[in-house]
């Protein structure tokens, strides 16, 4: 049995770790806010552009532009986004089962985003090609070369597909690991609700006079075409980017209330202990005391 001594040493120890997990829920929610208007932000842009890729489609179907037909190779390419740090509860690990519940096509290599994300890669003995670090909070200058590097990969034939596994953001406590396609450009997706709330299941595309207005292109709809789509590759992968930071700072300030939470409950559990002790050691010496009173007596 512990003494009273040990259980106070361990009350000052929890006392200190609350202190510390509270410092961090505060910064993480102070993040939290900040990443979530970024993603929820980017949406609206997101949609706009679906809406002007979908008067541009059936210009784009006449030409058969690269980015809607599968690349010639028999591989996949995987950008992975996770996080680069961690205390964030079992975030990275359920993205990495996802990753491995995938079921992608031939041999896969691997473009990472986030050090958990190239750490778990390298243990799993996956052949990681490349590695873009981008700083929080994310900028689209930082998620660009991403994107370039994927179209050009694309573009070179070695790759059948290319595919984006990263946390989508739903709400504060609602986060899901998703598998998106990036390239080829899926035409029944253009024009649907790119919100990413509940993406990965089926997407019903109603397309309306008021959904898609009609617009006038210069000099003419292939070759606006033809500038604004590696344009939209680009800004697809910033929002998944912007959602899987959201993501982050959001699991991370849920871990750190729950620990903290924790932390105040055994202070509470040890304080109740560390009385009964002190309370039984003070009965001990009273009746220790009686005791020899009768004796003398």
Do not use: W
């Not at 979530?36 to 784009?60: F, P, W």
């Not at 992608?104 to 050090?115: A, F, P, Q």
Request: glycine share 4%; proline share 4%; net charge positive.
């Amino acid at each position: 049995m512990p003494s009273t001594r040990d259980i106070r040493r361990r009350i000052k120890s929890v006392k200190s770790t609350a202190q510390i997990t509270k410092a961090m829920q505060l910064v993480a929610a102070a993040k939290m806010k900040k990443a979530q208007d970024l993603a929820t932000n980017g949406r609206s842009y997101a949609e706009l552009m679906n809406k002007i890729l979908v008067a541009l489609r059936d210009a784009a179907e006449e030409g058969s532009h690269p980015y809607f037909v599968e690349g010639k190779g028999d591989k996949t390419l995987c950008i992975v986004i996770a996080s680069d740090k961690g205390l964030c509860g079992a975030l990275n690990t359920n993205l990495f089962k996802k990753l491995l519940n995938a079921n992608l096509e031939g041999e896969v290599d691997y473009v990472t985003i986030g050090r958990k994300a190239t750490q778990a890669l390298t243990r799993l003995r996956k052949n990681v090609i490349a590695d873009f670090p981008v700083k929080d909070p994310a900028k689209f200058a930082e998620a660009r070369p991403v994107g370039v590097f994927a179209q050009e990969k694309f573009r070179s034939g070695d790759y059948k597909k290319v595919v984006v596994v990263f946390n989508n953001f739903i709400n504060t406590v609602t986060i899901v690991p998703t598998a998106e396609q990036l390239l080829p450009v899926d035409k029944v997706k253009l024009g649907g609700k790119r919100s990413y709330e509940g993406m990965g299941s089926a997407l019903e595309v109603k397309e309306t006079s008021t959904d898609v207005p009609e617009y006038t292109f210069e000099p003419n709809p292939a070759a606006v075409f033809e500038s604004i789509l590696p344009q939209y590759v680009n800004n697809t992968l910033f929002q998944m980017l912007l959602e899987a930071r959201a993501s982050e700072h959001s699991a991370r300030m849920v871990a750190m209330k729950n620990a903290t939470d924790n932390a105040k409950q055994i202070i509470k559990d040890l304080t109740l202990e560390y009385n009964k002790l002190r309370q039984a050691s003070i009965t001990n010496e009273l009746l220790e005391i009686t005791t020899a009173k009768m004796a003398l007596e």
